[in-house]
DNA sequence: ACGCGGCTTTGATCGGTGTCAATCGATCGG
DNA sequence: CCGATCGATTGACACCGATCAAAGCCGCGT
């Protein structure tokens, strides 16, 4: 399998600062590598022998108690970095929500290139201080927030990384109709709910007219403004 | 004022990887500042204006919901770095937890800084890749473990930060007895519980013999292998 | 010593969310 | 078309942790 060259140009993001040359180098170290829905992509716990860069699809970042109990601590989509660079283990296993594309990186050739072209590591720095933003406000929402409100909260998330990402048609603005990658059991993995729980506010929130649920996956925010207020 | 040349040269961790040059360069940008007990640092939401180096003490950054809801979200010990580099606006409030010093910085200048030395963006950027990991760990605690697995998971973890940071005597290994820089309400805070249910917890766990708590702020952990199992 | 105020502990009760169990509904293969 | 299967919904109930309220403890200033 040669390098993917598509893998690094696709994804701006992670480029910009980078020259051709360095760009080239990069895909010489990189390989793609598909991930079906499902499919696990790193173990929690693993020695951290992978970095990637997702290019197409979302995947979960979770972690487990010895009794099952499961946690979704983070959501990785197109352009995000997943994996740990710079580190002896990887502390959240990966696992894709639907097909994927990414773009793999062997640690230890990652972690070399990195650290002599200052431009990425600059990249990585500032999205990895964004993605902890993101997290740390999830902490609010996880140690403080009510049922209802984790709900409104995580569904007014969705329609705006769901619209950047480019996982819906719509591009501008947060989509008001889209297709959730979760299934209501990782919804609840999410927001540290229960499964039940989760149903229940979701046919809630459709009987007061706020969202309509047309398929399983699909939602339609039908009232933004109530959905904002019950976010808290 | 003049510059502050202790806080750098005291920090070893942020300094690796810097030349002599590059550490009076810092020095010339950062300010020493003290902080006592309840002052706040940074303010949720405001222009994202200051970033500093934590020299001695402890603080909390928190976030909080308009009806006054307080999440801690992440506690910087002597050597973390708080504030938001690169970015328009902090997240989070920042509040001494016991009296602190600090190197402070103009966020200007620690960007233009960082940006043209590649060793401290390194550092920056494995502190905040660690930093990540340890809030998402501390998700699961948040989203899916019980009050008494989230009391003896925190107690745990205070025994290990606050000898490893030096805010308690002992320096190898976790310490068995130690001093909170945190009150009742404090832990609730951080845990997402109540300041009954901790108090609660706590009595419990000296009932039962796991613990000692010879003062208000002060833990002796007397049954670590209880503790572990209790922690989940 | 005394009284005051803050923090903490303890008690009684309530309600939200989890748990357990049954039903429903959509998808798929025969 | 029909049963099997898997996920989602709905219902009944229990329990954990929140809430409200009172008392205790400790440090502090007078």
Redesign the pocket.
């Known amino acids: 399998m040669s390098s993917c060259e598509t893998c690094v140009v696709r994804n701006r993001a992670i480029c910009a600062g980078l020259d051709n040359q360095e760009i080239n180098a990069l895909n010489a170290i990189g390989r793609r590598r598909n991930v079906s829905a499902g499919e696990p992509l790193i173990w929690e716990d693993d020695d951290s022998l992978l970095v990637a860069n997702v290019i197409e699809g979302v995947l979960k970042l979770t972690t487990s108690t010895e009794d099952g109990r499961e946690q979704i601590v983070g959501v990785a989509y197109p352009s995000d970095f997943i994996g740990r660079p710079f580190g002896q283990t990887s502390k959240a296993s990966v696992v894709a929500l639907t097909d994927a594309r990414v773009c793999v990186f062997s640690r230890n050739d990652f972690d070399r290139f990195a650290r002599s072209h200052p431009g990425l590591e600059h990249k990585l720095l500032e999205r990895t201080l964004a993605e902890l933003d993101r997290t740390r406000s999830w902490m609010m929402l996880l140690g403080r927030k009510?049922?209802?409100e984790k709900i409104a909260t995580f569904l007014l998330e969705m329609s705006e990384r769901l619209a950047e990402t480019g996982c819906t048609p719509i591009t501008r603005g947060p989509a008001t109709r889209f297709t959730l990658p979760f299934?209501?059991?990782q919804v609840a993995d999410v927001l540290?709910?229960?499964?039940?729980?989760?149903?229940?506010q979701?046919?809630k929130l459709k009987n007061e007219g706020v969202i309509d649920?047309p398929?399983?996956?699909d939602v339609e925010i039908l009232d933004r403004p109530s959905l904002v207020s019950l976010a808290g």
């Open positions: 009510t049922a209802p299934s209501r059991q540290g709910l229960t499964i039940e729980t989760v149903s229940r979701f046919t649920l398929a399983r996956r």
